[in-house]
């Protein structure tokens, strides 16, 4: 058999989130996965918000996006690795995606794949956030206070979430709030890992933005946009030719379907890095 060579990112799905597409996005993502089972596919990276909202009791589930567990699990028992790093959403997970057989990893995490580096998150916390986040993180983390969230009716819990995520959301669009650029954050932080470590590709979400720039090193920076309003953005790295192509952006028609990309395609955009492989030992 072939070796398996391709490798997918995707970011900010958002299942649950009411809108004009809200079943459809489920639909979206489904036969998005559907078109990436396949023996030449070697992992499958989800880069957080996947869920709008996500939490896990420890004995119980959300029932949403059931149908998307289902074909995680199916592309897991055909070999694809599956890789999950919680967001800002959909942190609230014990051990269940584990117990599929997801490997559940923290931002940033640091892996090479197919002779390139990578530098993979959610993309929110990195380089530091402003105090209300932190504060807001802090509140989501806490053992004392999930513990009484957990004792709510999931009644009362989702709802109570589910108009958190409506008016974060307001927050965000409403500021009309972009990505700072080379001020931001992130890419502050991505700029001083470049600066000790070799890395050839960063890919985040979080952002809700289709963002792509180079380091000073020529890393490539790609903030993957969201999947709300029509789009199937993800990122697909070719271990066989070491190229990186977005694709499935910019297309806001709601309800778009989704389509395989062609090589014809005018969203898929390339970004590949011609910066040579390092394997010295300092780059782990
Ligand atoms: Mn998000």
């Known amino acids: 058999m072939a070796e398996r060579h391709l490798v997918y990112f995707l970011a900010d799905v958002h299942l649950g989130l009411p809108g004009s597409d809200g079943q459809g996005r489920e639909e979206r993502l489904l036969a998005c996965l559907k078109s990436m089972t396949g023996p030449e596919t070697k992992a499958l990276y989800l880069l957080g918000d ?16 059931a149908r998307v567990i289902a074909q995680l699990v199916h592309m897991m028992d055909e070999g694809i690795e599956v890789y999950f790093i919680p967001g800002n959403h959909d942190m609230w997970c014990y051990s269940y995606f584990e117990s599929l057989g997801i490997h ?25 956030a402003k105090r209300g986040y932190r504060f807001l993180l802090w509140v989501f983390r806490n053992r004392v206070l999930r513990c009484l969230f957990s004792g709510l009716h999931p009644w009362l819990a989702f709802g109570l979430a589910d108009r958190w995520s409506g008016s974060s959301r307001k927050v965000k669009k409403g500021n009309g709030y972009k990505f700072a650029g080379e001020s931001e954050p ?23 933005e289709d963002v792509r720039m180079s380091l000073p090193s020529g890393a490539r920076f790609i903030i993957l946009d969201d999947w709300i309003d029509g789009d199937t953005p993800h990122a697909l790295f070719d271990t066989a030719t070491g190229s ?6 910019g297309l806001r028609s709601p309800g778009g379907s989704w389509r395989p ?10 970004c590949d890095t011609d910066r040579p492989t ?4 300092r780059y782990r």
């Open 50 to 65: 996947i869920w709008d909202f996500w939490y896990e009791y420890r004995d119980v589930v959300p029932r949403r996006g």
């Open 104 to 128: 559940r990893i923290d931002q940033p995490y640091f892996t090479e794949i197919g002779g390139k580096s990578f530098c993979l998150g959610h993309g929110d916390e990195l380089g530091g």
């Open 186 to 208: 992130l890419y502050r932080f991505a700029s001083s890992v470049d600066a000790e470590r070799h890395v050839d590709f960063f890919i985040f979400g979080h952002f809700h």
């Open 244 to 249: 990186l192509t977005i694709s499935g952006a």
């Open 261 to 270: 990309p062609s090589q014809a395609d005018p969203r898929r955009i390339r």
């Open 278 to 281: 390092d394997r010295s030992p």
